[in-house]
């Protein structure tokens, strides 16, 4: 499903030199394979996401998605096949605040070209337990619930690959186990390859496959500290 | 979801910056229509106050105020022009009763005279004949059917009635007066310390339904009765002045009788039948007026005194003595002769289009009077005039739109800082970037058109607020929801309001453009690694 080859990303710095962050020679997961990729902060790991996303590219390398490698795409066509085929689960939840919960949901759909399908939402928002909050706005739900319509959100439009960025760094121990079940029990239901990056081994146990990002990665980080991502951040 | 609704949501989100930023837009979209409305309404009417005739003849000299002082009832009205030369545009009787066709009067269907220079209270007194309301028209609908005078009450003058007078419907509104009542007019025009014709009182016998034109800010009275008000006629010549002494004098203690006598039957100080006296007091009055050629010692007595000389005005029994100005109560009226009239102006409507421009030069040639065209007096004022006036304040209400423009610009676009987050969200969720930049333009034009419709609704209702104060000084009626005037646009009329909102929209999508490339240009790595 997901084939990722010789990827290599670097960040350019201001006087021009180039500060390696990523260099993968191979990576596979398979369909409906769940996955975890442990690595500490500042090792890449949002960075590899956002390439496997489309919303970055590598310098070089390969990153093949269901046989389509999404480095040949323009941006529009990346932009297109993240709507449809990629799910995203971020560390901050990243919900809209002026749209309540079924319209957070009914956003994922939005950008696509099926459109939205309000029925799904709601029966994709009732499936993790917020059925009777759909038209909460996030200021109004808990934690655990944002993170919950999150996961909702990214499940919208069926995907292909769903990747979750530390999707329980956020959220107390009760609610990490939840979210951690919810995400597994869904993409094992709908086949979708889960790949998870964490930063503890907490919840590694769980998980059929757990590779660690410094075992792939072949770029070593720097003693003093995180290296930055392309855009300037720190990487996690 | 839609897009729109995404924009919606986010100018939702900034509730009071977004409130804010639509007020000043509604402000200046309702600055424009008050502009374009009132302006284009009073212009319109202005127009149509202009319309129904072909041509205005009067004294030499400025054109623009022969115009201004006979069709909007403004300025001072320039010198008059002698009565025989309003002849040539009539048919009348000479004194063997023969009828004589006017010099011009075959290429008139109408010549209706004006006579100025006098007012009651804040409105101008015409004097005319009633012809003014059966004969012209003002304006025409948009089928091209002219608009013809309509009375709200009463009816026209009769020519026979001389204190007979209709009054326009805001005129009558504001002095009071009603169909019945009696009053004075004051010689000269808004002057406080101008004599007041006390003992020439005029009837109210027709009130006029709205026009629409400064007609109905206007009084207007029978020019007979006009010319016989004290002053009003024109002073005679020294041949003309000639006159047996001792009939003169004789005449005059024969009138200060009758005077007298009018005066105690108004007060009722003498029976009934001293009515019967007066009668046979007047009889002789006219025995010995056809004898002579006394010289008038008032407009009155010159009535009396030349009654003989004047075969085309027939004087007039009045039914009923008790209704009538106290003036005529006891016995007949008889005209000014025609050597004492002069009009101010004649309005003259023609039996064919193309008589206007001969007309037009005939009488411009001429020494004694000039003539207009007031459609293009009209449209002179207004294009060298008002409209730039217009077009300052238009100029003035559109920037006031851009700088509300402006706003809607700076409002997004320091709301773009907060909201790259946001925008980061979209893009991961697979939004393209042209998709984030069209909701942030979508924005724009949201503001702009919600605060343009509501700026329209403003405009109109302040125009509904002040319209009786439109109507009042200018005595055009507006409506509430009276859309600007139609203006020649694009090969067709079409009321600017209506290109307003299209051209907000235009306004919005310009000054939107720079935060939708804001938006375009968000690097979505670094957009969602902002702290949230």
Known sequence: MLRLQNIRKAYVEPDGSQLPILEIPEFHVAAGEQMVLVGRSGSGKTTLLQIIAGISRPDSGLVQIAGLDITQLSEAGRDRFRAERIGYVFQTFNLLPAFSALENVLLGMTFTRTGRDATRSEDLLKRVGLGHRLTHRPTALSVGEQQRVAVARALANSPKVLLADEPTANVDTANQQQIIDLLRETCAEEKIALVMVTHTQEVTSQFDRVDRLAEINQVRPSVTGTAPTEAGGSLS | ?532
């Open chain 2, 1 to 532: 979801m839609s897009l729109w609704k995404i924009a919606w949501r986010s100018i939702q989100q900034r509730k009071l910056s977004s409130l804010l930023t639509g007020l000043s837009i509604a402000l200046g979209v309702a600055l424009v229509v008050i502009v374009l409305v009132i302006h284009g309404v009073v212009s319109a009417s202005f127009s149509e106050a202009a319309q129904g005739y072909h041509l205005i003849l009067g004294a030499k000299g400025g054109k623009l105020q022969l115009t201004l002082n006979t069709v909007f009832h403004l300025s001072q009205p320039i010198e008059n022009v002698p009565y025989s030369f309003f002849k040539e545009f009539t048919e009348y009787q000479d004194k063997s009763g023969n009828l004589v066709r006017g010099k011009y009067a075959s290429a008139v269907e109408a010549a209706i005279p004006y006579c100025l220079g006098d007012s009651y209270k804040d409105f101008r007194v015409v004097g005319t004949t009633p012809d003014l309301f059966e004969k012209l028209s003002y304006g025409a609908y948009p089928d091209g059917t002219p608009k013809h005078y309509q009375f709200a009450q009463g009816s026209n003058f009769d020519m026979r009635d001389f204190n007979a007078a209709v009054i326009g419907a805001v005129a009558a509104r504001q002095a009071g007066l009603k169909l019945g009542d009696h009053f004075p007019i004051t010689h000269g025009i808004a002057d406080e310390n101008a004599k007041v014709h006390d003992e020439d009182l005029f009837h109210v016998v027709g009130i006029l339904a709205p026009t629409g034109t400064p007609n109905d800010r206007a009084v207007f009275v029978n020019m007979e009765g006009f010319y016989l008000i004290g002053d009003h006629a024109k002073p005679l010549s020294k041949q003309e002045d000639s006159i047996d002494g001792v009939l003169r004098t004789h005449l005059e203690q024969l009138q200060s009788v009758h005077h007298h006598l009018q005066r105690a039957v108004r007060d009722k100080d003498v029976p009934a039948t001293a009515a019967a006296e007066i009668q046979e007091a007047d009889r002789l009055i006219d025995e010995i007026l056809r004898e002579t050629k006394p010289q008038p010692t008032s407009s009155l007595d010159a009535a009396k005194k030349t009654a003989g000389e004047e075969t085309e005005h027939d004087a007039v029994e009045h039914s009923s003595s008790d209704q009538q100005p106290p003036r005529v109560a006891a016995g007949k009226q008889t005209p000014l002769p025609e050597n004492q009239r002069e009009v101010t102006a004649v309005l003259l409507l023609l039996k064919n289009d193309v008589f206007s421009q001969v007309l037009y030069n005939k009488i411009n040639e001429g020494n004694v009077a000039q003539a207009v065209f007031p459609s293009r007096e009209v449209a002179n004022l207004f294009e060298g005039i008002v409209g730039h006036v217009r077009m300052i304040l238009l100029v003035l209400a559109v920037l006031v739109v851009v700088v509300a423009g402006v706003g809607v610009m700076v409002s997004i676009y320091n709301s773009m800082n907060d909201r790259r987050r946001e925008i980061g969200i979209m893009r991961a969720l697979g939004a393209a970037r042209s998709t984030v930049m069209t909701i942030v333009l979508m924005e724009s034009v949201l503001l702009a058109l919600l605060g343009g419709m509501a700026g329209v609704i403003l405009g109109h209702v302040t125009i509904g607020l002040f319209a009786p104060f439109v109507t009042a000084t200018t005595g055009v009626m507006i409506h509430f929801w009276q859309p600007a005037p139609a203006i020649h646009f694009a090969g067709t009329y079409i009321s600017p309001e209506v290109i307003l909102i299209p051209a907000l929209l235009v306004l919005a999508t310009i000054v939107g453009f720079l935060p939708a490339l804001i938006a375009y240009r968000t690097d979505v790595a670094r957009a969602l690694s902002d702290a949230p």
